[in-house]
Each structure stands twice: as C-alpha cells, then as structure tokens.
C-alpha cells in the first residue's frame, strides 16, 4: 500500500521532517516515490510547506496519511 508519511532528515536533535509518498513497507528513512513537502518543528511558528495538489493526487488514487502528515497539513 501507498502511504504519505515523514521521512526524518538533519541532524541529531535538530530534526527536520520530509512529506513523501512511499510504499508502507519501507522503512522510516527508506526509499520514496515523491518528495511533496517538508515540515520543520523547531522553527518559530512550525514551518509546513507541501503541494497540495500533489497531495490530493495520491489521496484520490488510494495512499494513506499518517496521523502525523494528517495533523500537520489539516486533512481528514
């Protein structure tokens, strides 16, 4: 199955988050299909950057979110 989940990147304790779309059984810092996005949680607010269009392409041809990716952009 198709996911769109968070791949981690940076370095250690200064995490930085890509959106990418991945075949759920990869690991977390696996292989990606596409990269759509990334997330930065320790700026000042949360910086959230993704293609949205991107991002209903795949939710209409079947990959699901996590619960993390969900949060973050605002999807159902």
Known sequence: MTVVRLTRMGRK???FYRIVVTDSRKKRDGGWIES???YNPLSDPEIVKFDEERL???KSVGAKLSDRVKRI???K
């Open 56 to 58: 209903n392409y795949w």
């Open 36 to 38: 759509i996005g990334h």
């Open 13 to 15: 304790k200064k995490p």
């Open 73 to 75: 952009t605002g999807s």
